[in-house]
């Protein structure tokens, strides 16, 4: 296999399937190395692969990528890479976004937060 | 067959619902918490009309079906997209995906809710309800 580094996002759907991709995650930053590979595995990756990054091909030696995570603008806590947060972008039709600088937790924090005021809001009326 | 929908005012934050789902599923997938002590809100995935999950999803394991967003764990591949697109936070993703199925038609969460703050309803019998409560609270003010 050969993957593409302009196009593949970090998301790590391949390192669920093979053993020889693997991930870690230090400081922000999202390393995915690609070690050489078992071939029978190829065709299964380059299906699961949501940024069309992989091809067939051989890469002789192990390659890493790093990517930048995104840090939710709320707790500060990385969630997702930043080409994630892109790609998703992209494929949602709403224009405004806003939630995506968000991590999950706040975000349920942020519906709790508006569910709360809508309370406030009646009982002051009553 | 509905959808759930959530009246704020009338959540005492007890989590029943949170246990009994996670009961049902082994991980829940609602979650309860007060903010301060002026509310209590569960939070739950609102099978979205135009659901960014299933807009990013693209072996098809989401899908729109019907009203209802549906899961076909078969078909994941764990790539954790639509967990960075739900607005809500209402997926969690570790060694699998845990996103609301509505238990197949009889949520547990609803069941169970002993202020009915949830209920399993059409959209247009909760607006429907909720003006005519707005309507009572405008009528009760005018008499006095
Ligand atoms: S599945 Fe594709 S986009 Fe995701 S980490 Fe692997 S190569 Fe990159
Ligand atoms: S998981 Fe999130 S985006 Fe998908 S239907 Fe539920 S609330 Fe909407
Ligand atoms: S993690 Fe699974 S369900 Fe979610 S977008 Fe990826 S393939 Fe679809």
């Known amino acids: ?126 | 067959m509905g959808k759930i929908y959530l009246d704020p005012e009338r959540c005492i934050g007890c989590r029943s619902c949170e246990v009994a789902c996670e009961r049902e599923h082994g991980h829940p997938r609602i979650s309860v918490d007060k903010v301060k002590d002026l509310a209590a809100v569960p939070v739950y995935c609102h099978q979205c009309d135009t659901a960014p999950c299933a807009a990013v999803c693209y072996t098809g394991s989401l899908r729109l079906d019907g009203d209802m967003v549906v899961f076909d764990p078969d078909l994941c591949t764990l790539c954790g997209l639509c967990f960075v697109a739900c607005p809500f936070g209402a997926i969690e993703l570790d060694s699998v995906i845990h996103r609301c199925d509505l238990c197949g038609g009889t949520p547990v969460c609803v069941m169970t809710c002993p202020t009915e703050a949830l209920q399993l309803e059409d959209i247009d019998a909760i607006t429907g309800s909720t003006r005519s409560r707005a309507a009572g609270v405008l009528a009760a003010r005018v008499r006095v």
Request: proline share 3%.
């Open chain 1, 1 to 126: 296999m050969k993957v593409d580094e302009r196009r593949c996002i970090g998301c790590r759907a391949c390192s669920a399937i093979s053993r020889s991709i693997s991930i870690s995650e230090d400081a922000g930053i999202r390393s995915i190395t690609f070690h050489s590979h078992d071939e029978s595995l190829t065709e299964r990756l380059i299906e699961a692969c949501p940024a069309g990054a992989i091809s067939s091909g051989i890469t002789a030696e192990s390659i890493t990528l790093t990517f930048r995570m995104k840090r939710c603008s709320v707790c500060g806590e990385p969630f997702a890479t930043e080409r994630e947060i892109e790609h998703v972008a992209s494929l949602i039709p709403e224009t405004h976004k806003n939630w995506l600088d968000l991590c999950p937790e706040c975000r349920r924090a942020e519906q709790r937060r508006s569910h709360a005021w809508h309370c406030i809001r009646i009982r002051g009326r009553v």
